[in-house]
């Protein structure tokens, strides 16, 4: 009699079991949406619904009263043939890149040289002033500062310049701009990155005296290194502040109740100069100008975040 096989039933294979949640982690996940909630719609409706409906504006031409006229690209194909869009969106490419590039040079030097200064606390106080400070108060002083009897002349022609500049003509205000901007965020950029300073190590600083680095070096191979992510967030806060900046240049440079000349507009004030301007308003237009904005913000959060982005460095 042949033997019949008997095959054993197989062990039915399984994960391992799910792990209890403990009551904390319940507790947390009860209390998620309550505390999200509000935030998702503050955010909602304070910038969600202002950016659509800026971008619907944007498509059609409207004085701000009255009925919509349906423009489709239209108001974009204007910016693209208006001369002085060109050159408001070039100035605002020259503060982005022009005064953020002196502004994080100088806070680099200021940080290095006050990392080891004593009342280095006050100091940090005292360059941090002008953001303190309204944005348009500051460019009222600029502007004294550089009258044609202002201090800067006056320290010109002590040092035996009989024929100063005009710091307000035309041919120079744009650059009196740029460098009363770089005074202005300075300080604030200064602050942060010393803030990342303190908290790097001061071993790593004996290792590199010890082998006889210079500033440079330090600077190089242990400084930026280990605030790079602050530093990345710098660039990141500088790209959105350099895009908007609207008060300095307009109380600056224009005159009581006028606007600034053209020629020193970036593309802020380009688009309040369409909304609020002595003819009939463009709404359509500055809504236009103020999506270019945005776009240009978020291409420059995405290129600076892939930039700045590496392995997190522990110390």
Known sequence: MAATAVREPRAAVRGPAPAAQSPLARRRRRLFWPFIVPALVLYVVFYVLPTLATAWISLNKWAGAG????????????LLLDPVFHDSFRNTLTILFVVGGATFA???????????????????AIIFFPNIVSGIVLSILWGFLFQADGVVNQALRAFG???????????????????????VQTGFYTTILMAAVDRIPKDLYEVCDLEGA????????VTLPLMWDV???????????AIKIFEFVYAFAGAAGQLP??????????AYAEAFSSGVP??????????????????????LRRLFRRDQVQF
């Open 67 to 78: 009925p919509m006229e349906f423009a489709g690209f239209d108001n974009y194909r204007r």
């Open 106 to 124: 100088i806070s680099f030097v200021l940080t290095m040289v006050l990392r080891d200064l004593a009342g280095r606390k006050a100091v940090r």
């Open 161 to 183: 310049v009989s024929h100063p500049p005009n710091w307000l003509g035309t041919e120079n205000l744009f650059s009196v701009i740029m460098i009363g901007l770089v005074w």
């Open 214 to 221: 210079n500033a440079w070096q330090r600077f190089r191979h």
């Open 231 to 241: 530093v990345g967030v710098c660039a990141v806060l500088w790209s959105i502040n």
């Open 261 to 270: 000349p053209t020629k020193v507009w970036n593309t802020a004030l380009y």
């Open 282 to 303: 463009k709404y359509g237009s500055a809504a236009a100008t103020g999506m270019v904005m945005l776009a240009l913000v978020g291409l420059l959060v995405v290129v």
